[in-house]
């Protein structure tokens, strides 16, 4: 809301009715312009009140000097008698004013956006942003902090700009004086000691530096925010009831798929539905209720994969006190699962913790879907379960050029060189869990593999392997038919990076580095598909046949 202050001009400032100009009207405005630096006959004593104002309005200042009164003492009485006369005439249009004819419009006149009235509006939006924004970082409490905290010993401020997401903390700037992993340590403990638990305080990379630091590393400046502004907030009612409903949507695309797992055994309309792209209606649901318990143990395995992903992002925070949020597992019929969207609910400690939590989910759900992969190969040239075994089109062995060549080398030549191939349910398991952890591995946004690059390489290095991953997408390089969907999925919901640690300096090591660009190197053989003349050279589905 803004306020209009009075718009003043160089010697009076009038508002008139809309009236024919007569020549009398312009004489009574003339001789009042020429009285009124010194004798204005509306802010005389004997003339109508300041409440009464209709149709002159008088901001003109008294007195311009010693060296004109003798030139306004004369124009005065020069127009003494006229000025009687105009302000007699002048109160009995005041009295008509009270009751305005109805072709006038009693609305005060618009003043035109330009000038003090206008200026003061947009400064009094700018004011209105801030209350509605997040609380800023009190000034005086900046005063305290800059004198008591920072100094020659620790850190020499020299600047200070606009920290945060809208501007609502503080970013010192200078030159740091140690250690800067001591020195943040003593910085953080003496802010708590000043003011309690009032403020978060962040070591970052300054930005806009002009070269690295002389001890080493790059320059370093200290942010500052409230916690209630930089920590994130609990998890409402309504986020616990999404959670479940899309808990319950992954368990039913996790039956769907198993059941689209039987085609073999599925009455000829189901199959019709699962195998032609132009089918839309879906089947009778009572003709798929006597699969739904052999769809069971794929189901299973799918939803297991997913759990121990979750399980082990939760191990990997539990040690650092880093909380998370509920997972939202995002369903689909294709993998059973997308996987499930982790929220941080604490700020992190440094870009280790953030390497480690973000690879302990991938690892872990890799891990067992590696091992039903495994198995299921096994049990699959076993002449023992054939009846468990399902048969499968052998062009889906294309979709991923490494696990291909892994069921290439179990199952030979002859089983994959076929229009079907029988395969065991753990190894549709297997294979959706190591595609679906693959596809969270994929270094861009806030998804576990973007994370791990951001805190490991740097913000910098996730842009450049974001823009190269959204090429690889668009291009159907990586994930196949699968890689349009995906990409919507990460360009909607996981696109943003994750927010810096309290310590976003301090390097990850070697060994981190070194296992990341190996995950990442796995992540492009599994989500990369095998063209046809490669897959027929290799042996990997009878591509002729389809």
Known sequence: MGTLTSCSFSTATTRFRSRPVGNDFRRRVHLYNVACKN????????????????RFRCFSSIG???????????????????????????????????????????????????????????????????LLGPEKV???????????????????????????????????????????????????????????????????????SDGPDPRGGPRVSFGMLRKEVSEPGPTTLWQYVIALLLFLLT??????????????????????????????????????????????????????????????????????KVKLGIPYFIPNITLGSFGAITQFKSILPDRKTKVDISLAGPMAGAALSCAMFSVGLLLSSNPDAAGDLVQVPSMLFQGSLLLG?????????????????????????????????????????????????????????????????YTLLGLGVLGGPLSLPWGLYVLICQRSPEKPCLNDVTEVGTWRKTLLTVAIFLVVLTLLPVWDELAEELGIGLVTTF
């Open 405 to 469: 060549l892994i069921s290439r080398a179990t199952l030979g030549y002859a089983a994959m060189h076929a229009a079907t191939v029988p395969i065991h349910p753990l190894v549709i398991a297997g294979w959706c869990g190591l595609t679906t952890s693959a596809f969270n591995m994929l270094p861009v946004g806030c998804l576990d593999g973007g994370r791990a690059v951001q805190g490991a390489f740097g913000k910098g290095a996730l842009s450049g392997f974001g823009l190269t991953t």
């Open 39 to 54: 004798l204005c006959f509306l802010c005389s004593k004997n003339q109508v009140s300041s409440g009464s104002f209709g």
């Open 138 to 208: 009190d000034p005086a409490d900046v005063k305290i902090i800059k004198d008591k905290l920072f100094g020659y010993s620790t850190f020499w401020v020299t600047k200070e700009e606009p920290f945060g997401d809208l501007g609502e903390g503080i970013l010192f700037l200078g030159n740091l004086r140690g250690k800067r992993e001591e020195i943040f340590a003593n910085l953080q403990s003496q802010l708590t000691e000043i003011m309690g638990d009032k403020y978060n305080l962040f070591m970052i990379e300054e930005p806009n």
């Open 64 to 130: 311009n000097g010693d060296n004109n009164e003798e030139e306004e003492s004369s124009l005065v009485k020069d127009s003494n008698s006229k000025t009687a006369t105009m302000a007699e005439e002048t109160k009995e249009e005041l009295d008509s004013d009270k009751n305005p004819p109805a072709s006038v419009s009693s609305r005060p006149p618009t003043i035109s956006p330009i000038g003090p009235g206008y200026n003061n509006f947009q400064v009094d939006s700018f004011k209105l942003m801030e």
């Open 251 to 320: 368990v039913g695309s996790s039956v769907e798929l198993g059941i689209a797992s039987q085609l073999n055994r599925l009455p000829p309309e189901v199959v019709k539905y699962f195998t032609d792209p132009d089918a839309i209606d879906p089947p009778d649901m009572e003709l798929l209720f006597p699969f739904v318990e052999s769809a069971l143990p794929l189901a299973y395995g799918v939803l297991g994969v997913q759990l121990f992903h979750e399980v082990g992002h939760f191990l990997a925070a539990f040690p650092k």
